[in-house]
Each structure stands twice: as structure tokens, then as C-alpha cells.
């Protein structure tokens, strides 16, 4: 079975811009500068009190909760989650560590050109024609290795970190998912390679630290462009610095204010597919800001590389046929690495009926920069 960094490894994305000192730099360099930025504010339609559903996960009904969010958001926050804020503050204190870094420093970890794990821009970045205003680490697996080049002395102590976080959200995540596969009526006994916590353990996962630092011009910056994940679910934690926007049907881009000690959830498109469209994968961006530095951590969650993930049989039958057709995650990787935001459209079987939707094509225009 192949691990989810052979995944990667084995559908790589050009990436042929190295990352400049932002501290260095004044002004916005014109290979920085987005335009067709002026959706930053709500339309004339936005109503206040369209923000981002925000579940308990105490409250005895937050599957019902959950599934309504999956639905009409792709995306919600939860409180009381169980994940200690002394956990939240290391992991993000690491990231804060490691990107104040000087570069030459940061650099000593870089990403490989066939790698995944390390320091480097967003794999998304050559899909676009502009730079991203943001710099990022990856860790699959053991960060070990890089974390000696970056901390010779105190490599141990930031690596206990990233073990103790990586363990505490991938115990989220399972009971996250039973959750929205609750909400869809489907049962512990419907997933073979997930009905038990020993195989919740072989999930795959990765987690990304995220820096958008402070911006001379951040009207006409992009900290990250619009995309989905390719995930079952993404787990984010944001702490006290606004930016991350998620779009919603109607709505246009709709900012996620940070919660203190909440976490965000978004629905990934391997979900999307596996409810059968019925869970759309949110497009989510973010936004940069003119005066304090953005840290964000990100746990990217999905199913053993090589499991087939297709639209449930619970969810399908004669008057609501399959939308798309099983693939695992490894093969989804290599369509999302060649297609990007319409990756979704390569995996469909018929079109969407009965409300259902590729939230992928209904934003593709979303996607495009000049």
C-alpha cells in the first residue's frame, strides 16, 4: 500500500518560483500583484446573519448539526472539541518558531524537487499566474529530518509537538467523519476500512504550517487562491487573525472569524464524492493583512491511499443514480495534480440531478486571475 508521501511523490507539481525574503520587501512586486480583487467585501445581497455554523460537540444533536452545515456550507467551526489549548498554542507557537526563521535558515529544509515534506510554497502555486503572498511547511510522516537542519539544538522538543498534535487530531478527525457519515444514515458497519479505531489509525493524513506575513498592499495580494482539498475533511486552526473566506452559493466570499480555541472544519472532495455530491467541497481563500503576520495549521485528512472511494451505496439508487465513479486517493491526487478545480469534473459519471452539484465547475470562473 502506498503511503500517502509516495502519493505525492507520484504526482508531482511544478513549482518554478523560489520564495523572497517579505520582510525585505517595501512594495508589492508586480509578479505578486492580483486584480479582479474587488469581491473582498460581502455583495449588496449579504445578509449578517450568513456566518459559518458553529457546533458544540456536546450538544446530543451535532450530527444532525453537522450534517445540515456539510450541506448548506461545506464548512463549519466546532467548540468543545476536547483538544487542550495548551496543544493549540504549542503547535502554533512551532509554526511561529520556524517561519521567523531567517530564510537561508528555512531554506536548509526545503522541499526536494520530487519531495512533499519541508518548506515551500503551496503545490497549488503553478496553477496560477500570480505568487502567492505566504510561505508554508508540510510534514508527512516524521519531521525528524528537517527539523534537525532547522533546530540543531531543539529539534526533540518540536517534534514531540508535532507527534503529540498529529496523534490528538487524528482522533478528531474519526470521530468527525462518523459524525458526517452519521448525519448521512451511514453506520460503522458500511465502512469496511474504517469500522474499527485500529483502522481509523491507517487513515492517511498530513499537516501543513502556514505563514502569511504582514503585506504592503494586501487589497491586491493573495495570501491563498481559491481551491478545494482533496481531502474526506480538513481540520484548521486559525487562533486570533482573520483571513481565511469560504464561498458560499448567493453569498459570495464569506469570512470565517476566527473562535477562541475553535477549529474550523471543511468538507474535502473525497467526502464530496463519497456523499455523492450531496456534501459539497467548499472553495476556500485567503486574505492577507497590512500589519500582523497570519499563522495557520492545517490537518489534511483522508482514507488509506489505495481505497476506493466512490458514492455510498446508502445514497444512491434508480431515481438518484452515482455522480462519480470510485477512486482512491492516490489516483485522485494525480487527477487533482493535472486538472486542479475541475478535478471533480473528471471523476463524474452523468450530470447533477436533483440538486445535486460539482461545486469545482459551479466556481470555476472563481478560480480565474488577471
Not at 509578479?31 to 449578517?48: E, F, K, R, V
Not at 499563522?295 to 491511499?305: H, T
Request: net charge neutral; charged share 20%.
Amino acid at each position: 500500500m502506498p503511503s500517502l508521501s509516495e502519493a505525492y511523490r507520484a504526482h508531482p507539481v511544478p513549482v518554478y518560483h523560489k520564495h523572497p525574503d517579505f520582510d525585505s520587501l517595501q512594495e508589492l512586486p508586480e509578479s505578486y500583484t492580483w486584480t479582479h480583487l474587488d469581491d473582498h467585501a460581502y455583495p449588496s445581497n449579504y445578509s449578517i446573519k450568513e456566518t459559518v455554523p458553529v457546533i458544540d460537540l456536546n450538544d446530543p444533536n451535532a450530527s444532525k448539526l453537522i450534517g445540515h452545515a456539510c450541506k448548506t456550507w461545506g464548512v463549519f467551526q466546532i467548540v468543545n472539541h476536547g483538544i487542550p489549548i495548551s496543544l493549540l498554542d504549542d503547535i502554533h507557537g512551532t509554526g511561529q518558531t520556524l517561519f521567523s526563521l531567517p530564510s537561508h535558515q528555512k531554506l536548509k529544509a526545503a522541499r526536494s524537487p520530487d519531495g512533499v515534506s519541508g518548506y515551500g510554497v503551496a503545490r497549488i502555486s503553478s496553477f496560477f499566474p500570480k505568487l502567492m503572498w505566504s510561505e508554508g511547511f508540510t510534514i508527512l510522516g516524521s519531521p525528524l529530518e528537517h527539523f534537525r537542519q532547522l533546530w540543531p539544538q531543539d529539534y526533540g522538543k518540536y517534534c514531540d509537538i508535532v507527534v503529540q498534535y498529529d496523534e490528538t487530531m487524528k482522533n478528531l478527525a474519526g470521530k468527525l467523519m462518523w459524525l458526517m457519515l452519521d448525519s448521512l444514515g451511514i453506520t460503522k458497519d458500511d465502512i469496511k476500512w474504517a469500522g474499527s479505531n485500529d483502522q481509523i489509525k491507517k487513515a492517511c493524513a498530513a499537516l501543513q504550517l502556514n505563514s502569511y506575513p504582514s503585506c504592503p498592499d494586501p487589497d491586491r495580494a493573495m495570501g491563498l487562491a481559491p481551491h478545494t482539498d482533496s481531502t474526506l475533511l480538513t481540520i484548521l486552526y486559525q487562533k486570533n487573525i482573520s483571513g481565511l473566506q469560504v464561498q458560499r452559493e448567493g453569498s459570495g466570499w464569506v469570512t470565517v472569524p476566527p473562535l477562541p480555541g475553535g477549529l474550523v472544519i471543511n468538507v474535502g472532495d473525497l467526502l464530496h464524492i463519497l456523499s455523492n455530491g450531496l456534501y459539497p467541497s467548499v472553495l476556500h481563500r485567503v486574505l492577507v493583512n497590512r500589519t500582523r503576520q497570519r499563522f495557520s495549521v492545517a490537518y489534511l485528512y483522508g482514507p488509506p491511499a489505495n481505497v476506493e472511494i466512490g458514492p455510498h451505496a446508502k445514497l444512491v439508487g434508480p431515481s438518484q443514480p452515482p455522480v462519480y465513479r470510485p477512486v482512491t486517493w492516490n489516483e485522485y491526487l494525480g487527477t487533482k495534480a493535472k486538472h486542479f478545480n475541475k478535478a471533480l469534473s473528471w471523476v463524474r459519471l452523468c450530470a447533477p440531478i436533483n440538486g445535486l452539484f460539482d461545486v469545482n465547475e459551479s466556481h470555476e470562473k472563481s478560480v480565474h486571475v488577471g
